[in-house]
């Protein structure tokens, strides 16, 4: 999927209640990439996984999720951002909470 002058529509996920909070950066060659939370209303933290998904010419999108710091059973994400630099790297960052008062770490990844 190439940047175009026109807007287009295309489900990137459709897997339960997803795209929360979402961003979306493209790179060099046109194609998209997004970040954005899974949202889950019966938990009591219901911002949960991170999740980055690009385009992949020829194959379509390819959607993983992004790993939450552990080690707290009240680990969950919320406030995502994406950039892209010059050699199309992808830097995703996002808040990794482990309680709404005190606990709370920004998590910076670059995708391989």
Same mark, same amino acid.
């Given at each position: 999927?190439?940047?175009?002058?026109?807007?287009?529509?295309?489900?990137?996920?459709?897997g339960g209640?997803?795209?929360?909070?979402?961003?979306?950066?493209v790179d +060099?060659q /046109? @194609?998209?990439h997004?970040v954005?939370? *899974?949202y889950d209303?019966g938990?009591?933290?219901? %911002?949960?996984?991170?999740?980055?998904?690009?385009?992949?010419?020829?194959?379509?999108?390819a959607?993983?999720a992004?790993?939450?710091?552990?080690?707290?059973?009240? +680990?969950? /994400? @919320?406030?995502?951002a994406?950039?892209i *630099?010059?050699?199309?790297s992808v830097?995703?960052? %996002?808040?990794?909470?482990w309680?709404w008062s005190?606990?709370?770490?920004?998590?910076?990844?670059?995708?391989?």
């Amino acid at each position: 999927m190439k940047a175009t002058a026109q807007w287009g529509f295309q489900i990137v996920d459709d897997g339960g209640d997803v795209g929360r909070r979402s961003q979306i950066a493209v790179d +060099s060659q /046109g @194609n998209p990439h997004a970040v954005y939370f *899974s949202y889950d209303p019966g938990n009591s933290d219901p %911002y949960q996984t991170p999740y980055y998904a690009h385009w992949v010419p020829g194959s379509g999108w390819a959607i993983r999720a992004l790993p939450l710091l552990t080690g707290h059973p009240y +680990s969950f /994400g @919320n406030y995502v951002a994406i950039a892209i *630099s010059s050699d199309d790297s992808v830097g995703v960052s %996002y808040i990794n909470y482990w309680d709404w008062s005190a606990y709370n770490d920004l998590c910076v990844l670059k995708t391989p």
